[in-house]
């Protein structure tokens, strides 16, 4: 099982970003999925997450009304867009998998290697 965030870069403040989730030696459609970021000298945080069905959803206070998190179980993905983006949201952002939790704790059962974000002028 493996998973890949990708999509990061260098955005100016305000700017937008989308970020993909896929998986491989697995149905990432019958997972729910949440997004976790990590900061430098900070600990990893919760962000975002998705249902299998994609019909329930949560997000970090820090990100409300800023990031939509989504799905296309057809082509196995699950998206993170973000838009209005703050210095702040610069950190290595990560998806990870779990067949029965969906939450903000990080206990999911499979992490991916993470995609970094720098919000910077």
């Known amino acids: 099982v493996q998973l890949q965030a990708s999509g990061g870069g260098l955005v100016q403040p305000g700017g937008s970003l989308r970020l993909s989730c896929t998986g491989s030696?697995?149905?990432?459609?019958?997972?729910?999925i949440g997004w976790f970021r990590q900061a430098p000298t900070k600990e990893r945080e919760f962000v975002a997450a998705?249902?299998?069905?994609?019909?329930?959803?949560y997000y970090a206070d820090s990100v409300k009304g800023r990031f939509t998190i989504s799905r296309d179980n057809a082509k196995g993905t699950v998206y993170l867009q973000m838009n209005s983006l703050k210095p702040e949201d610069t950190a290595v952002y990560y998806c990870?998998?779990?067949?029965?939790?969906?939450?903000?704790?990080?206990?999911?059962?499979?992490w991916g290697q993470g995609t970094e974000v720098t919000v910077s002028s």
């Open positions: 990870a998998a779990d067949r029965s939790y969906l939450g903000v704790n990080d206990e999911y059962d499979f």
């Open positions: 030696g697995f149905t990432l459609a019958d997972y729910g």
């Open positions: 998705i249902s299998w069905s994609g019909v329930t959803t």
